[in-house]
């Protein structure tokens, strides 16, 4: 079901926005782990949590379109694969870097 709505999300964003972006699978990971701290280490209630991490991640994407995905618009497909899989070696340092590679 989770690969079904990540490929869900690639082909709906890639079809009617006509952008590849890689990276929704590092925006889905940064939810999950934005609500285990909000839920798990903060100790806010789920549905707040999940609003919280809904909010935040939100913002996070709209960030980065705004300031990068926006100037590749024009350009071959290629550039935005090279920007969003950037984007997904980067997502994944911070995580490793604010939540630890430990379980």
Request: with cysteine.
């Amino acid at each position: 079901m989770y690969l079904w709505l990540l490929a869900s999300g690639l082909t709906l964003v890639f079809g009617v926005l006509g952008v590849l972006n890689f990276a929704h699978g590092s925006l889905f990971m940064l939810g999950a782990y934005a609500t285990f701290t909000f839920y798990g280490k903060l100790g806010f209630n789920f549905w707040v949590s999940i609003g919280l991490s809904l909010i935040s991640v939100g913002c996070v994407g709209a960030v980065l379109e705004r300031f990068f995905i926006r100037r590749i618009y024009d350009l071959d497909l290629p550039y935005q694969l090279i920007l969003t899989f950037g984007f997904i070696l980067i997502f994944d340092d911070l995580v490793k870097m604010a939540w630890g590679v430990l379980p």
